[in-house]
């Protein structure tokens, strides 16, 4: 009997076994077929970076097309689609480059390509500049939610029939308060999941505005009183072509997420890459060609900077697309004050890591800790760096912020004044300078370190390409800055709403 046992137990262990052997692959299947939907797919990662390229310049690109008028402006238009395509793929290929001179590095941004190309000394002005866009995009999204909240307000209280003289909400302090104190405890979240659905939402309210807005411009040219204004195809000044060109360069901003989405994106191939970038920028382009073909024919040369501003108070369509645009961008504030308080904050443990050094301009490598990168290029990590920062640091950090934008907010009376510098710095320098500079000094840097360098004729083009697109940006940067300045002392933008500085003012609501 211990005999048969014995065959017996052996004979279990052996179909054990077998099932094991057996179920092993079919497992394996089962966990590759995980990791495929649960890291980035291509549908996702199109949505990732169409989101991030759409945004309040949206309302801003109707007035940009006044300016320019409407052949040169969609001349502009599509070429600076096209670059924003090219510079893409760009990303892709300093990349490489980064890997190639430096084996085992971790290239997860803008930082780190500056690194790599131009030392710690380019990491520091990129993050001195990805700060100071930021910032401006944090006080734009303030100004555009409290217009979108004022002219709410303005329905609801003609529609109540309560008009008082004198009113507390035509105070840009107390609207900007109404909307944002509220949202304060968001913004010191150290994570950001619970705020995945503003990329969902933002797609829905900007989509419900352009649908919105093309209701109304088909109901106008349909209308029996509709009376067509002549049409400007050409700008009328110099000014004007530098403010379509500075609007229109913010509208595909998104390139700063290219990278953490590669590393996200299942089987990142080139190809697969150029499929992200190409089908994303694409249709960001027709949504906004929408938004702006439904503006300017609704409006055509008479269109303020925020296109909202010129529809009717009492409209209840574009009520709802106001609401609409007024959470998305209540809600995308601590989603876009959270990767400006790590800038701050990596800048200062940067420039802390080479106080303590003391690097000397001699023996100062490119990348700290060369040979064999560590972490990110002896720097700590983002989020070890967030785990660092104390609570009591986090939250003054986060009221400096939200302190800093909420007072511009209140007393700068045009998103205009503001969204000249965005254009400025953001389409330029981010958009054409950066990425055209390293990827034109990392190509160099191969071409020395590499045995036998190769010159072919297509590498050729593309150093001219990358060589054209820097010297745009640079010619761009002092112009769009001359604009901005200019604007700011000649007082060019009116104010678009109804709040003011004062206390309590005279209120002048329709009837």
């Given amino acids: 009997s211990n005999f048969d046992s014995n065959i017996k137990l052996r004979q279990k262990k052996t179909s054990m076994q077998a099932n094991r052997e057996q179920s092993t692959p079919r497992f394996m299947k089962l966990r590759q077929i995980f ?37 040169f402006s969609g001349v502009v238009f599509f070429l600076v689609l096209l670059i924003s395509i090219i510079v893409g793929l760009m990303l892709y290929s300093t990349k490489s480059y980064c890997q190639e001179l430096y084996p085992g590095m971790d290239v997860a941004g803008y930082e780190d390509i500056a690194v790599a190309a131009f030392g710690t000394v380019g990491r520091i002005v990129v993050l001195v500049i990805l700060v100071v866009f930021l910032v401006l995009c944090l006080v734009a999204y303030m100004i555009y939610t409290r217009d979108q909240l004022d002219l709410v307000l303005q329905y609801v209280v003609v529609k109540t029939g309560n008009i008082p003289d004198c009113s507390v909400f035509t105070n840009c302090a107390v609207l900007v308060t109404l909307a944002f104190i509220p949202l304060f405890p968001f913004t010191l979240l150290r994570d950001l999941t619970p705020m995945q659905f503003t990329s969902a939402l933002s797609f829905l309210g900007v989509t419900f505005t352009a649908v919105a807005m093309t209701i109304r411009a088909v109901q106008l040219h349909g209308s029996p009183a509709f009376k067509p204004q002549p049409i400007q195809l050409y700008p009328t000044s110099v000014i004007g072509a530098i403010t379509c ?94 990767p400006t308080r790590s800038s701050i904050n990596r800048l200062v443990m940067t420039i802390k890591y080479l106080l303590d050094t003391h690097p000397s301009s001699e023996d100062t490598p490119l ?60 389409g330029t320098v981010l958009l054409y300078i950066f990425p055209s500079a390293a990827f034109l000094c990392l190509r160099y840097k191969l071409h020395v ?63």
């Fill in 245 to 338: 060109v500075s609007y229109s360069s913010l509208c595909f901003l998104c390139h700063f997420n290219i990278l953490p989405l590669q590393k996200e994106l299942y089987h990142p191939t080139r190809a697969r890459m150029t499929m992200v970038v190409v089908v994303s920028l694409v249709t960001a382009y027709l949504l906004y060609s929408t938004v702006v073909f439904s503006g300017y024919f609704t409006f055509y040369n008479n269109i303020n900077e925020d296109i909202l501003t010129n529809y009717d108070f009492d409209d209840l369509l574009i009520t709802a697309a106001r609401i609409a645009i007024f959470f998305t961008l209540l809600f995308c504030y601590p989603v876009l004050l959270h």
């Fill in 367 to 426: 990348l700290p800790g060369m040979p064999g990168i560590q972490g990110s290029h002896g720097y700590p990590h983002q989020a070890s760096l967030h785990q660092k920062v104390p609570p009591f640091v986090w939250v003054c950090e986060t009221w400096m912020i939200f302190g800093s934008t909420f007072l511009a907010a209140s007393y700068v009376p045009n998103v205009g004044y503001v969204w000249n510098f965005v254009g400025s710095i953001g």
């Fill in 449 to 511: 370190a590499r045995s036998k360098p190769q010159r072919k004729c297509s590498s050729i083009c593309k150093d001219l390409v990358a060589m054209a697109i820097l010297i745009v940006g640079l010619c761009l940067l002092v112009v769009e800055n001359y604009s901005a300045v200019n604007d700011i002392i000649n007082t060019a933008h009116d104010p678009l709403s109804l709040c003011s500085q004062l206390a309590c003012v005279k209120a002048s609501w329709p009837v």
């Fill in 35 to 71: 990791q495929i939907y649960t890291r980035g797919t291509i549908s996702s990662s199109v949505f990732n970076l169409f989101t991030t390229s759409v945004g309040a310049g949206t309302l801003s690109l109707p007035y940009a097309f006044s300016q320019g008028g409407l052949l």
